[in-house]
């Protein structure tokens, strides 16, 4: 499928995760009890790459972890499934600041899933999103605490991600749905 525009690539990436990483820590003042929940797909390596580069800045290592929402989507039916937690968090996000790592925002819906997801396995102290790219169309009252970039979009366009540790490659693009 032919893409309609390229808005953003591996520097622009780069440049946007990097910009991120400094505000998590800004905004935190440190990185003390600091842990990164990416959110899969995507989100698990851009939560690679944030906790990467908050090590080169402070010197220490953070916790990354991931979460798989697949049970807690609201667009499933889940009558006759019993939802529970799938992913790696053996850590404990008690009284942690949870930064939740997502690629795109569009409806809240994954971010809402995520956070059902978080409060199965603990009570974090706060939890705060980092996303590489907010498209609008709320649908719920959920706004990123860090944003790589804004990109106004219709609901008839999607906004890919790829990344190269799943793509083979860095960027993003708009296509026509």
Do not use: W
Not at 81 to 87: A, H, R, S, Y
Not at 100 to 123: E, F, K, N, S
Not at 159 to 177: A, G, N, P, T, Y
């Amino acid at each position: 499928m032919e893409y309609k525009a390229k808005i953003m690539d591996e520097k622009a990436i780069k440049r946007s995760i990097i910009r991120i990483s400094n505000e998590i820590i800004e905004r935190n003042k440190g990185i003390k009890d600091i842990v990164l929940v990416g959110i899969k797909t995507r989100g698990v390596p851009l939560a690679n790459r944030i906790g990467s580069i908050i090590e080169e800045i402070e010197g220490e290592k953070i916790p990354v972890y991931t979460v798989d929402i697949k049970f807690y989507r609201d667009d499933l039916n889940l009558i006759d499934i019993n939802p529970k937690v799938l992913n790696d968090i053996k850590y404990d996000i008690n009284d942690k600041i949870v930064i939740l790592v997502d690629d795109v925002i569009y409806t809240g819906r994954t971010v809402r899933a995520a956070l059902d997801a978080l409060m199965d396995i603990g009570r974090p102290k706060k939890v705060q999103l980092a996303v590489l790219v907010d498209r609008g169309h709320r649908e719920l009252p959920i706004r990123p605490d860090f944003i790589g970039k804004n990109v106004p979009t219709s609901s008839d366009e999607i906004v890919s991600v790829k990344l190269f540790e799943i793509d083979e490659c860095d960027e993003v693009v708009i296509k026509e749905r």
